[in-house]
């Protein structure tokens, strides 16, 4: 009995997998007008006794042009002069990996460069290099990719999807070859103090390599991404959330030409005594 308990749990996950897309480099499924040159920032914040505390402050710059989609991140720890930067390069139709570089404030930096091969290293500050020169004939994306690729995609309630993507810093070389897993996307409202409520896509997705468990919260209309939570594998709560720098409360722009033709066309008339000392 137990046997057949298990053959049909083991049946009820393959037919699930089968269920999901499978995204691939230029998929059709992918809308670039929501992959746009752009530049935001998000507060980040761990959660400890049950409130969260913010202890930096996330970066990113989104450039897009006809070859290349750019994305440079920088985390910025407050009251520490540690900084996470990345900066990674892929095609702009295709999505595949062309460069990708980290430096963790000296603790570690990692140079590649994707081609035929995935050929670069990783350099830590006790001196230790691991070499990254291997051969593939597989299709993923840079793992640093996926959550722009994530935003783009045909999101709604019930979608699910498979994003094949490489991850440089997998503990286990083998796992490096890995899948993004989009587990379930429903309807949500994310509730700004500045610009009131927005309805959003919550996606949940999880990462094979890390065994990190994400919750994105994407825009409907235009696919900003206003919140990231995430459960690490060890069980830490990460908080990141859309600072809204752009947030500009003065929607009508001075018109000139308009302010002339009410002071040059009026039409009224002033009466009364002037008194003079």
């Not at 691991?130 to 722009?148: G, S």
Request: contains cysteine; charged residues 25%; proline residues 2%.
């Amino acid at each position: 009995m137990k046997k057949l308990i298990l053959l049909l749990l083991m049946q009820a996950v393959g037919l699930n997998c089968l269920s999901q897309t499978k995204i691939l480099l230029g998929d059709k499924s992918i809308d670039r007008t929501f992959l746009k040159s752009d530049t935001y920032n998000m507060t980040y914040s761990i959660k400890q006794n049950g409130s969260y505390i913010e202890i930096g402050n996330y970066e990113t710059e989104i450039s897009v042009d006809k070859q290349n989609f750019e994305v440079k991140t920088t985390l910025a720890f407050h009251k520490s002069d540690v900084l996470w930067k990345d900066h990674f390069i892929a095609d702009a139709n295709s999505f595949k990996p062309v460069s990708s570089s980290s430096d963790r404030s000296g603790d570690r930096t990692l140079k590649l460069n994707f081609s035929d091969k995935i050929v670069g290293e990783i350099q830590y500050k006790n001196g230790k290099k691991t070499q990254i020169n291997e051969l593939t004939n597989k299709e993923f994306f840079d793992i640093a990719t996926y959550p722009y690729i994530l935003k783009a995609l045909p999101l709604k309630s019930g979608y699910k999807a498979i994003i094949p993507v490489y991850d440089y810093e997998a503990v286990d070389t083998n796992e490096r070859y890995c899948n993004v897993i989009i587990k379930e996307v429903k309807t949500d409202l994310f509730v700004s103090t500045l610009t009131g409520e927005h309805q959003v896509w919550k996606v949940s997705v999880f990462e094979e390599s890390t065994k990190h468990n994400f919750q994105y919260y994407i825009d409907k209309s235009n696919r900003k991404i206003w919140q990231i939570n995430i459960v690490s594998a060890k069980g830490d709560v990460i908080l990141l959330k859309n600072k809204e720098t752009d947030f500009n409360p003065f929607k009508n722009k001075f018109d000139k030409e308009e302010t002339l033709k009410l002071v040059n066309n009026g039409s009224a008339t002033i009466e009364g005594v002037a008194f003079a000392r």
